[in-house]
């Protein structure tokens, strides 16, 4: 079992750049990646952003690509997803997750999920 913790949300103003972070309770040794996912008001649950956690391939959602920039501290367990560039759309809850199999944007892959961190963009 992993547990995920977010932080790093909160109300920002447009064009605005934070930065979440997601620790993992125990050690990633097992994990094969790790990934965040956002869902606004009234949207499904979509993919942002994954890293494999060994290989550090990266994959972005087109909308966040240019924007959004994951990275991994293995030493930590943390997974970080430093946001630039915000706007109103990119408001949402922001969703860790982590896949023990392999590095996918799918959402039904991830087998752990945090608890989410809420980023709302003001203008």
């Known amino acids: 079992q992993v547990q995920l913790v977010e932080s790093g949300g909160g109300l920002v103003q447009a064009g605005g750049s934070p930065r979440l972070s997601c620790r993992a309770s125990?050690?990633?040794?097992?994990?094969?990646?790790m990934g965040w996912f956002r869902q606004g008001p009234g949207k499904e649950r979509e993919f942002v952003s994954a890293?494999?956690?060994?290989?550090?391939?990266?994959y972005y959602a087109d909308s966040v690509k240019g924007r959004f920039t994951i990275s991994r501290d293995n030493a930590k367990n943390t997974v970080y997803l430093q946001m630039n560039s915000l706007n109103p759309e990119d408001s949402a809850v922001y969703y860790c997750?982590?896949?023990?199999?392999?590095?996918?944007?799918?959402?039904?892959?991830?087998?752990?999920w945090g608890q989410g961190t809420q980023v709302t963009v003001s203008l």
């Open positions: 890293i494999g956690w060994r290989s550090g391939t990266t």
């Open positions: 125990r050690r990633t040794f097992s994990i094969a990646a």
């Open positions: 997750a982590a896949d023990p199999e392999r590095l996918s944007r799918a959402t039904a892959a991830y087998d752990y």
